[in-house]
């Protein structure tokens, strides 16, 4: 698999409460797993549904800005990063730009409440898929349409400092 690379992945499901001998148990049901990744698609949701308080891009390079290139390329945060960060480490924040990456690769797929409502994962796996999906589209090997406007963008505005 030279050249390639594992997308990050979201796993939806639903909940359901069972009871067995006078206790209860959640069990997942309706398990679904989906690749994740930004492209122009997930742009444009992103400031349908009022995501995006300002343009991915933003957010991103804040994020890389932040951790340190070093750091994001590993992603690895210090106690000082999750300081700097800590307004994007909101978990509700970080399921809607972990949507954006999961409607980013289909046409056909959950509303946002859907799809929170399917998303039951705890803090610490929120944080690991929104950061992996944030590293994933900044990799120096990830060669997409996306990051490589992304990049382009970055160096005009450098140009006009």
């Known amino acids: 698999m030279i050249g390639k690379r594992k997308l990050p992945v979201v796993e ?11 206790e209860f148990f959640e069990e997942k049901t309706n398990k679904e797993r989906f690749p994740l990744f930004f492209n122009n698609h997930s742009l444009k949701v992103g400031r349908e549904y009022g995501i995006l308080e300002k343009a991915l891009e933003s957010e991103l ?23 700097l960060v ?12 972990i949507y954006l990456g999961y409607v980013g690769p289909r046409n056909d797929f959950y509303d946002l409440e859907t799809f929170k409502n399917k998303y ?24 997409n349409n996306f990051k490589k406007a992304l990049e382009q963008a970055t160096e005009k505005q450098k140009g006009k400092k």
């Open 12 to 22: 939806l499901f639903d909940v359901e409460v069972k009871e067995e001998n006078g």
């Open 61 to 83: 390079l804040e994020m890389i800005s932040a951790m340190g290139i070093e750091a994001a390329t590993k992603g690895e945060l210090s106690a000082a990063e999750v300081v």
């Open 86 to 97: 800590k307004d994007k480490l909101d978990k509700d924040h970080m399921k809607n730009v």
């Open 120 to 143: 039951n994962a705890d803090f610490e796996e929120v944080l690991d898929t929104y950061l992996n999906l944030l590293m994933y589209n900044f990799s120096k090997d990830t060669n």
